[in-house]
């Protein structure tokens, strides 16, 4: 199974970015996909989870600002993010609940990609 992240980039204040995150492998089912954040010097944070059912959950600092979604016919979860502050900054890595074959039910992360916003 492998998690591929794509979408970061550098963009100004105000700006939007899209990222996207895609499964694949031996995929029997995808339970909860999230994206989380670490900017340099601080702890990996928690930006927002869906569930397999479409529940949504989001950190208070991106409520309102930012939407995930997921794609189960493709296996892959967006985060649309708008009005994008410079302490957005950070790399962001999406992780997935993954019931796999051979390996069964596991916790999958992609390999994160940079957003940078300039004030």
């Known amino acids: 199974v492998q998690l591929q992240a794509s979408g970061g980039g550098l963009v100004q204040a105000g700006g939007s970015l899209r990222l996207s995150c895609a499964a694949s492998g031996s995929i029997f089912s995808i339970n909860a996909m999230g994206w989380y954040r670490q900017a340099p010097g601080k702890q990996r944070e928690l930006v927002a989870v869906i569930t397999s059912g479409g529940s949504t959950n989001y950190a208070d600092s991106v409520k309102g600002r930012f939407t995930i979604s997921r794609d189960n016919a493709k296996n892959t979860v967006y985060m649309q993010m708008n009005s994008l502050k410079p302490e957005d900054t950070a790399v962001y890595l999406c992780?997935?609940?993954?019931?796999?074959?051979?390996?069964?039910?596991?916790?999958?992360w992609g390999q994160g990609t940079q957003v940078t916003v300039s004030s």
């Open positions: 992780n997935a609940a993954i019931f796999s074959e051979y390996v069964g039910l596991k916790i999958w």
